[in-house]
């Protein structure tokens, strides 16, 4: 298996880049984020990969981070999301993001990728919601606030009724995680609406 390239960028596409390590081009399938990252032409290029093989191709896919390696293999291990569902929704989200949107049971915001409907989204949610710590997050304290908006009654009292002024599963679970869980109700509300208002 190919685990990772280390040559001169050749070729650099939106949705591929050819890599020549020794004398050879690997074509390799990339995300939006990893194209952002990529250099110049000629500039000497370090892609993590993942080779999927099936019976009628050979597809080689380029990652800038393990990150985004991980959570692209994480993706597509759910039933029915392919590769091309892998690379739109870490197109459209970094790995943070998804992690955030999964562990905060936010379907509705991963529909934004291309490709993405809500039962294709809510199934994906519902698969990796337990395996969703096995992707490497930068920021940690992000997941552990989502899992504190669902400690007790209060904090889903008050993420429900963020959801329904027209907040997202996932910015409201993470508004009401970083607050005191010994709040009541409303002044959990009053506080997270705060820190809203300000951007999380």
């Known amino acids: 298996m190919i685990a990772s390239l280390n040559g001169k960028l050749i070729l650099k596409?939106?949705?591929?880049?050819?890599?020549?390590?020794?004398?050879?081009?690997?074509?390799?399938?990339?995300?939006?984020?990893?194209?952002?990252?990529?250099g110049q032409l000629g500039?000497?290029?370090?892609?993590?990969?993942?080779?999927?093989?099936?019976?009628?191709?050979m597809d080689l896919y380029?990652?800038?981070?393990v990150d985004e390696l991980e959570c692209f293999?994480?993706?597509?291990?759910?039933?029915?999301v392919g590769s091309?569902?892998?690379?739109?929704?870490?197109?459209?989200?970094?790995?943070?993001?998804?992690s955030l949107f999964i562990a905060s049971g936010d379907a509705k915001s991963l529909t934004a990728a291309s490709g993405v409907g809500i039962k294709l989204a809510q199934r994906i949610v519902?698969?990796?919601?337990?395996?969703?710590g096995?992707?490497?997050?930068?920021?940690?304290?992000?997941?552990?606030?989502?899992?504190?908006?669902?400690?007790?009654t209060a904090s889903k009292e008050a993420v429900e009724a963020l959801v329904s002024l027209g907040y997202t599963q996932s910015e409201a679970s993470l508004a009401v995680g970083r607050l005191d869980q010994s709040?009541?109700?409303d002044e959990l509300i009053k506080q997270a609406l705060k820190t809203l208002a300000r951007g999380l």
């Open 126 to 132: 519902l698969e990796l919601k337990d395996k969703i």
């Open 62 to 65: 380029g990652f800038a981070s």
């Open 13 to 38: 596409e939106l949705n591929y880049a050819v890599v020549e390590c020794g004398g050879v081009g690997f074509k390799c399938f990339i995300t939006q984020n990893t194209y952002s990252s990529l």
């Open 84 to 98: 091309k569902i892998g690379l739109a929704m870490l197109s459209e989200f970094t790995s943070d993001k998804i």
């Open 183 to 185: 709040l009541s109700v």
């Open 134 to 152: 096995s992707i490497a997050v930068n920021d940690l304290t992000d997941i552990k606030a989502v899992g504190n908006a669902t400690a007790n």
């Open 43 to 57: 500039d000497n290029v370090f892609l993590h990969t993942y080779l999927s093989v099936r019976e009628d191709a």
């Open 73 to 80: 293999k994480l993706i597509t291990s759910v039933s029915g």
